[in-house]
Structures are given as structure tokens and as C-alpha cells.
């Protein structure tokens, strides 16, 4: 659908007049009702761009306490069906999964539901566009939270072993902030790049903590102990990452650093 409206921005108001269409749209931002309100006309409100009620000044003003950011005055200088594009506007937000103050579907005559559709169809069409969709919100899935480890004496007594991305290591986690990997342990040679053959962050890092301790390794095999701050740090220093170092390390007894030491 292509409109031509005519915007006007204000502090707390947006204006939309259609050319097209015998409407005019106000979206106000406010938590609170206005004292003066037109007689005619529907009212929307509108709490985290989610609609929470359809109705006429009447009815919003008879609403018990409702928690909203903004009121959306819908109006027209024609003669419009108030009653029925109230009606229909509901019927199709309880459709589409929104959950209303107070309204239940209620029939509307075909023929009428075909005229308003002149009306309707643009108003949420600029809705939509305005960021208010006239549909339920998706839930955002929650990002699994990143595991939590906790280093104890036990675990600092342990050796574990890596050998994973042509590297093979003896390492342990000795302090809170100190992992020591041992003196012979095998380096991967060269980063693998990017699909794009470019240098990644990974590799970047990783040749970073090298240059750091250049002098404690020699052809790619560590000639000293070696002390680094972290398990991720092992992981870039030895095989520049690319896999979940915590799982990477394994006790004698094949159980990994992660069973460890991960707090549930």
C-alpha cells in the first residue's frame, strides 16, 4: 500500500492527516487522560507500542486504572460508523492475539465491514509504520545465560588435557585468574581466516597473547610453563579458539574442566 500523508511533529504529539482518506491520527504521549478529549472520534491506548484498548471517549474515560505511554486519537470531518469501526477494530485485535480492557467480539453487517474497510486498512497500515503493529508482539527469546565456573582447590590440584585443532597441552587451573599450561605443549601453526579469507577477531587475539610470550615458545612448541589469566586465553594462545575450551579439557579420567567447576 502507497499513502500520502502530511505529518506534524510535535513535543509530545505526531499528527498524521491522510489525503486520501477523510482521517486524521494523533499519537500523544502521555500515561494519563486528557481532561479534554472529542466528542466523536475512537480513542487507543498504547502501552510498549502494545494496544491495550479500542473505545469512544465514554468508555475511556469509565476505564478503571490502566498503565499506557500513549493515546491514539483516531477522527474524521466525515460522517463515519463510530460504533462499528470500534467494533471491528476490536474484533480484528482479538484475532490477532491482543489482549483488550474490557471487549469481547461483536458482530459487525458485511456490508459495513466491506465500507470500513477504506478506512481501516490505511489506519493500520500507518500504525504499523509508526511502530504500534496492530498484532500481539513476538516474545524475544532470552539468551541462554553464559556459564558461570568456579575455581576450587581440588580442581587446582588437576592436570587436563588438550587435544583438539592440531594442539595438544597439558594444562591447570592453579588460581582464580592463573592458567598454567605446561612446558611442551604442541601450538596450532596458523589461524584459520574467514570465509572472506579475512583475519578474524580470534586470530587477531590469539597472535596478540603469542607476541606476548614469544620467548616462551620456540616452533610452535611451548619450551616453559606458561602462566595466562584464563581458559579462553589458553584457548586463543594455543589453538586460536574456535571452540569451547571449557569442554576442550579433559582430567585423566575424561570428565571435562566445565563439569568441574560450572555452577548450576
Request: charged residues 30%.
Amino acid at each position: 500500500m502507497n499513502l500520502q500523508t502530511h505529518i506534524l511533529f510535535l513535543e509530545t504529539t505526531t499528527s498524521i492527516t491522510v489525503d486520501e482518506f477523510p482521517l486524521t491520527i494523533e499519537i500523544i504521549k502521555t500515561n494519563t487522560v486528557p481532561k479534554s478529549l472529542k466528542q466523536n472520534g475512537l480513542y487507543l491506548l498504547v502501552n510498549e507500542k502494545q494496544i491495550l484498548f479500542i473505545g469512544d471517549k465514554k468508555e475511556l474515560h469509565s476505564l478503571k486504572k490502566v498503565t499506557f505511554d500513549e493515546i491514539i486519537e483516531i477522527n474524521s470531518q466525515e460522517d463515519i460508523e463510530w460504533r462499528y469501526l470500534e467494533r471491528q477494530l476490536i474484533n480484528q485485535a482479538i484475532e490477532e492475539g491482543l489482549s483488550l480492557e474490557v471487549h469481547d467480539t461483536q458482530t459487525v453487517p458485511e456490508n459495513i465491514q466491506h465500507q470500513l474497510k477504506d478506512i481501516i486498512n490505511p489506519l493500520l497500515f500507518i500504525l504499523e509504520k509508526m511502530g504500534i503493529p496492530f498484532k500481539k508482539a513476538q516474545k524475544k527469546k532470552a539468551k541462554p545465560a553464559k556459564a558461570r565456573h568456579k575455581w576450587t582447590k581440588e580442581v587446582s590440584e588437576k592436570e587436563f588435557f588438550i587435544n583438539t585443532r592440531d594442539s595438544i597441552a597439558t594444562v591447570m587451573w592453579i588460581k582464580r585468574n592463573q592458567m598454567l599450561i605446561k612446558k611442551g605443549a604442541t601450538m596450532m601453526k596458523e589461524a584459520p581466516l574467514n570465509k572472506d579469507g579475512s583475519v578474524g577477531f580470534a586470530a587477531k587475539m590469539g597472535d596478540k597473547i603469542r607476541l606476548d610470550h614469544q620467548s616462551q615458545f620456540k616452533n610452535f612448541v611451548t619450551t616453559e610453563d606458561i602462566i595466562l589469566k584464563s581458559v579462553n586465553e589458553v584457548g586463543l594462545f594455543l589453538y586460536f579458539a574456535g571452540t569451547n575450551s571449557w569442554l576442550e579439557m579433559l582430567d585423566s579420567d575424561g570428565k571435562t574442566l566445565n563439569e568441574w567447576t560450572v555452577v548450576e
